[in-house]
């Protein structure tokens, strides 16, 4: 018996070749390849700060909305950086609304009280409506001893304790700054 070279069975070949229900599965597996092996490519031509100079990056090549006070140095800006009307009062701190306290409308309130040697007194005055204090003192027309004041807690009056104890009869006199504070 002599040996007859073997043929390939049609089985195995059919194998190789993709059937009609297959092709739609490859042609996914092949984007997903084309777009896996160009992700590669963008990132590793992403920029970083190294690479760009000092001073070259302007407002057209950042997207708005894109920066925070997270990406800008303590310091760096003023106001010339930024844009009028842009920042409103609910953007800042209480500590960088001082500096920003409009002050109108201030007058100035004053009390007196003539005093013996010995005597005290409680000199009060209140701001008027929706005016607060700004600044309160008090003194002796005579002597150039203290006296006690207190500002309200609410800001809204003031009110001194003078006690004279310098030998003679004086005066003294309570002052009150008041205006109006706004934002």
């Known amino acids: 018996m002599t040996a007859q070279p073997r043929t390939p069975r049609l089985g195995r070949l059919t194998r190789l070749v993709p059937s009609r229900a297959s092709l739609p599965g490859l042609a996914v597996g092949a984007a997903a390849l084309v777009v896996a092996a160009s992700s590669g490519a963008v990132a590793a031509t992403m920029i970083t700060g190294a690479q760009i100079a000092d001073e ?43 500096p920003l306290l409009r002050i109108n409308g201030y007058e100035v309130l004053s009390a007196s009280s003539s005093l013996e040697t010995g005597e005290d007194d409680v000199l009060s005055l209140d701001c008027p409506d929706g005016k607060l204090v700004l600044n309160a003192s008090a003194y002796w027309n005579v002597s150039n001893e203290a006296i ?36």
């Open 56 to 98: 070259t990056v302007t407002t057209k090549d950042v997207k708005n909305g894109s920066l925070t006070g997270a990406d800008v140095a303590d310091a760096t800006l003023s106001g010339v950086d930024v844009k009028n009307g842009s920042i409103y009062v609910s953007d800042l701190s209480a500590s960088a609304l001082k």
């Open 148 to 183: 006690q004041i207190l500002i309200g807690s609410d800001g809204t009056f003031a009110s001194a304790y003078p006690e004279n104890s310098s030998g003679a009869a004086d005066e003294a006199v309570l002052q009150l700054t008041c205006a109006t504070a706004s934002y």
